[in-house]
């Protein structure tokens, strides 16, 4: 009885810091995360600040193109673009981390085994016994985290799988960005290809006519040798503008995950250049904080690196681990379940940093000039999504207007050279007069195409900037590559 006395004695005075160290488990160290407040303009350049601002429409933004290849085309490269799969990979990665941090909140236990077979020399007959010895234990450790080092750890890695989830969602607005301006690109060659051989053919027109005037006396050899100039400078732009164009098919193709020509025959037929629906709404600056991915990213970095502060500050504690085993050892291996047989220990182990030259300090101070890098990587993200969509909205307005301005240049050169043409028929006007009017209406309707396009270009420019993007879902969990027989097995020789 006295022993049992003094058996719940010992007990009660290891369970008695025990729980008091599970207690103090609760604890953490370093700073707590907290979301930055930075200061914000309250419109964007150029609004009314009495007007409220609609909010931006930037779900599926390429669709008001109006353009069901474009569609098309956005659709296939989320599916198979090489830079989303990275993306995807570097999520599963970050996810597999947390998991594995989360981990070491957790006990451990390993198991053992072994049966062995020995010989040994009995001294008193000098001859030798054969034996059998089997043994079997488990061993188990737990640390307790008193100051918190591991739930940082764990903190971090989660914010670690927000960052590579936002990671996705800007590669992604990246991506769409790129396919709709490559698009419109490579419909805005195709225009100027066309326009091209169409000014080439009415240039080659008039030389011929030009020609037929010579032979009746009222011309010059000399006129029929400028206007066949002038219309073979013209044709001489098709090959330049044909290069850029399959430049453009060949970046739309590898964009979608295909070979560079995969896209060649399905985009030969032109349609029109993609045409916004202009004005669009961009809300306030404010928005880019919850819209744009890469300022989301970064914000989640600069709290992921917070948590390693705190991480690295509980190093500077003590720790203390419980750690305990059972083991059972017999010579016959009915015996192992036997009380006689089976041992075990148990207790607490602390460990307690005395003289490290001041590493832990230092680690520290790293963590702290690291979490100091990405608060500064966050506000520099945060200005330059504000610098992209004031960039945009001016590039955008001023397109407009320029436009307009080209418009009414091409139709009015393009009356001027009907004009021209009607009087050098009729004799009344020079053949120069005729090949600067048909010039300048060539190059003012190519200024007008190229200005389409890059009106289309800045409309894209404006919705990325705003953090237009991918909203619908995409699988992240299935890996690009999936082993098969990766148990046990023999081996076999590796491919070469």
Known sequence: MTGLKRGSVAARR???????????????????????????????????????????????????????????????????????????????????????????????????GSA??????????????????YQAGFDASWELDLFGANRRGVEAARYGVDASEEDLRSTLLTLVGDVASTYAQA????????????????????????????????????????????????EAAVPTLEASYAEAVHRLSVLTGRPPAALSERLKRGVPIPA?????????????????????????????????????????????SLTGNIST????????????????????????PVFNAGQLKAAVEVAEAQRDQYFIAYRSSVLTALEDVENALVLLSQERIRIGKLASSAKSYGEAARLEGTLFKAGETSLLDVLDAQRSLYSAEDT??????????????????????????????????VDVKTGPRLASKPAT
């Open 14 to 112: 290891l369970i008695v810091p025990m729980l008091t160290a599970v207690l103090l488990a609760g604890c953490v160290v370093g700073p707590d995360y907290q979301i930055p407040i930075l200061p914000m303009p309250a419109n964007w350049s150029g609004q009314k600040p009495t007007k409220p601002a609609r909010p931006a429409q930037l779900s599926r933004w390429w669709q008001r193109l109006r353009d069901p290849q474009l569609n098309a085309l956005v659709e296939e490269a989320v599916a198979g673009n090489l830079d989303v799969a990275t993306a995807k990979a570097r999520i599963r990665e970050a996810r597999a981390s947390y998991r594995q941090s989360a981990g070491t909140l957790l006990p451990s236990v390993d198991g053992s």
């Open 116 to 133: 062995t077979r020995n010989k040994s020399d009995v001294a008193t007959s000098g001859s030798s016994a054969i034996y059998a010895e």
């Open 187 to 234: 419909r805005g060659y195709q225009a100027r290809i066309a326009l091209a051989r169409r000014s080439a053919a009415s240039q080659r027109q008039t030389a011929e006519l030009t020609r037929s005037m010579a032979l009746a006396g009222t011309a010059t050899a000399a006129d029929v040798a400028k206007a066949m100039g002038q219309a073979a400078s013209t």
């Open 276 to 320: 916004p629906r202009l004005p669009m709404p961009t809300g306030i600056p404010a928005d880019i904080l919850v819209s744009r991915p890469d300022v989301l990213m970064a914000e989640r970095q600069y709290a992921q690196y917070t948590a390693k502060v705190g991480q690295a500050e509980a190093a500077r504690y003590p720790s203390v």
């Open 329 to 352: 050892a017999a010579l016959n291996l009915g015996d192992l379940g036997k009380n006689s047989s089976i041992g075990w220990s148990f207790g607490p182990t602390l460990s307690v």
């Open 448 to 481: 007008l195409l190229q200005s389409r396009v890059l009106l289309a270009t800045d409309y894209i420019a404006l919705n990325k900037a705003l953090g237009g993007g991918w909203d619908g879902a995409v699988d992240t969990g299935k890996p690009e590559i």
